[in-house]
């Protein structure tokens, strides 16, 4: 086996990942035409070409439009998770949705919850992958209306449903404005992460495990910009989920060498690879790896870490972490021996 291919195979938990952002561009348009949506391409091949994060967001927007009875929720839950596995052997996914970008279109909220539960169980049942579900505060959202969208969130709560996020563009939005939805979801019941420093100071990182109670940091590349604030994430363990080619294209190099990412591990941080929105991005998650590793010169004792990472890192209890901990490193264990001695493996 050569590094490529068993850095596509080691198994893999997702912490980053984006339901409105996985959905394949072919069934986009099927939706498109079964909802009487347009949409801003005239095929498939032409939905996901913009230019930075503002056309990003845009299409992104337009895409979520064609999402309207508890099927389409479904299908893009169970489609998600089945690339997931196809491309990446994704083992379990904590998977992001966005509830305003539907409520406000006058979409009911259980009928985009339920619907993504009756995917994710029906992946779990056909490809053995696990999933669970934290509703993301658009941070562009008047912060009245992510403590009404906590609110929904707790009175209608499947079992999936395990936290809270905050994404959208950073730096015209900070944290400090969702204390109050944060505060609710904390009563409640939900475990907290928060998209921070991914375009703004480290100070975000520290205003979300301070103020919102945080138990992780999605993206937070600008750590490395303050020493104080990356030691402590480095003292208390703080999980920081990124996402190498998203981020390169919106943010960064394409030189993922060059990509803070790699600085983040040396450092030592606990850091998770992650998709964010696959197919806007033209990426997957196993491409995630076998791009960034190889950049990184990450060799299996590293790849064996990030991959423990996400396990660590998940919110599960401790039976069920402990179960899936030793099922990927008997995988690991037997993915490592079956490398090539001319693989092209790091040696570190």
Known sequence: MNYDEFLRRVPKAELHCHVEGSIRPETAFDLARKNRVELPAANPDGLY????????????????STLIDRDDFARI????????????NLRYREMFFTPTLHTSR??????????????????????GV???LIPDIQRQDPPAVAVEMVRQVLAHRPDEVIGLGLDGAEAIDPPEQFVEAYRLARQGGLRLTAHACEDAPPVNITTCLDLLGCERIDHGYYVLDDERVLARARDEGIVFTVAPTATAICYFTADLAAHPIRAMVEQGLSVVLNTDDPPMFATDLGSEYALMCTAAGWGPDQVRQLCLNGVDGAWLDDDE???????FERELDELEA???PDSGAPSS
């Open 338 to 340: 079956q490398l090539d």
């Open 130 to 132: 696990r999933c669970r």
């Open 106 to 127: 006058g979409v009911a909220y259980p009928t985009v919850v339920d619907g993504l539960c009756e995917g994710i169980r029906e992946a779990e049942r056909r490809l």
């Open 321 to 327: 972490r402990r179960d899936l901990r030793r099922s």
């Open 77 to 88: 839950a169970f489609e998600s998770l089945e690339d997931g596995v196809e491309l990446g």
């Open 49 to 64: 070409r913009f230019e930075g994060f503002g056309e990003f967001a845009e299409i992104a927007v337009a895409v979520s």
